[in-house]
């Protein structure tokens, strides 16, 4: 479980986020949504210890978050794959410090989880955006995180691609996987695949909204459930002047 607890960030004497507060109980995919620049990836930095907090504190499962952290894991947008090597190569990066059989076993089972086990040697340049975007997740899972950290991970792909891979995603956490804390803008994906969402407003980053998605799996898009909760959340984003022009 992760816990955030006053949780602040200043950039001289900009306040990017905070104060805020909360935390994680039994879902299994937790989304933090808002417009750009409202401090959501500020929020994910400071989880995923590449920022250090001006005031507050994270936990995870009890223990501290001050840096980073090997039970953390994060795939952002751009999968940053090393063009010069191999979708199993680039999976390694993130167990380069493993004894080899036991890296070699994980990246294997990792590629079978993703379905690219015989992509294993191809150079990046030979994947689609869809499967770069997939080794960019295995890179991300192989090393067994307890949270993982996705930062608008199909914000770059077309939307028949998007689609596709948050069903992928679904299918490859299951129930077994870490839990997730999913950053992203688009209130539809967010509906899709969270138990819960937060959504946010700023800057500086605050939370405005804690939301149980109750609506069952897998989620259907055209129902009339799905759309009220997409009105509400939308209203929530919509700036004061815009709700009140309506």
């Given at each position: 479980m992760i816990q955030v607890s006053g949780l602040r960030k200043s950039f001289g004497d900009f306040a990017a986020l905070g104060p805020v507060s909360f935390s994680s109980g039994a879902e299994r995919i937790l989304s933090v949504i808002g417009p750009s620049g409202c401090g959501k990836?500020?929020?994910?930095?400071?989880?995923?210890?590449?920022?250090?907090?001006?005031?507050?504190?994270?936990?995870?499962d009890g223990q501290a978050i001050t840096g980073p952290d090997p039970r953390v894991s994060v795939a952002f947008q751009e999968p940053r794959l090393?063009?010069?090597l191999?979708?199993?190569?680039?999976?390694?990066?993130?167990?380069?410090?493993?004894?080899?059989?036991?890296?070699?076993q994980a990246v294997q089972a990792t590629l079978a989880k993703v379905g690219l086990s015989q992509f294993a040697?191809?150079?990046?340049?030979?994947?689609?955006?869809?499967?770069?975007?997939?080794?960019?997740?295995?890179?991300?899972?192989?090393?067994e995180p307890a949270l993982l950290l996705l930062d608008e991970p199909f914000g770059a792909l077309d939307p028949l691609t998007r689609i596709r891979m948050q069903e992928h995603l679904l299918e490859i956490v299951g129930d077994e996987g870490p839990a997730i804390l999913l950053i992203t803008h688009d209130i539809e994906?967010?509906?899709?695949?969270?138990?819960?969402?937060?959504v946010f407003r700023g800057p500086p980053a605050s939370l405005q909204r804690d939301?149980?998605?109750?609506?069952?799996?897998?989620?259907?898009?055209s129902s009339t459930r799905f759309a009220a909760l997409k009105?509400?959340?939308?209203?929530?984003?919509?700036?004061s002047s815009r709700r009140q022009a309506a």
């Open positions: 990836s500020t929020l994910l930095r400071l989880i995923a210890g590449l920022e250090q907090a001006s005031a507050g504190s994270i936990t995870l090393m063009p010069w191999d979708v199993a190569q680039n999976i390694a990066l993130a167990v380069w410090d493993w004894p080899a059989e036991r890296r070699e040697h191809a150079l990046p340049k030979q994947l689609s955006g869809g499967m770069a975007q997939r080794v960019g997740l295995a890179r991300a899972l192989v090393g994906e967010a509906l899709v695949l969270s138990d819960r969402i937060l939301l149980a998605v109750d609506l069952p799996r897998p989620r259907d898009r009105a509400l959340l939308l209203e929530d984003l919509l700036p």
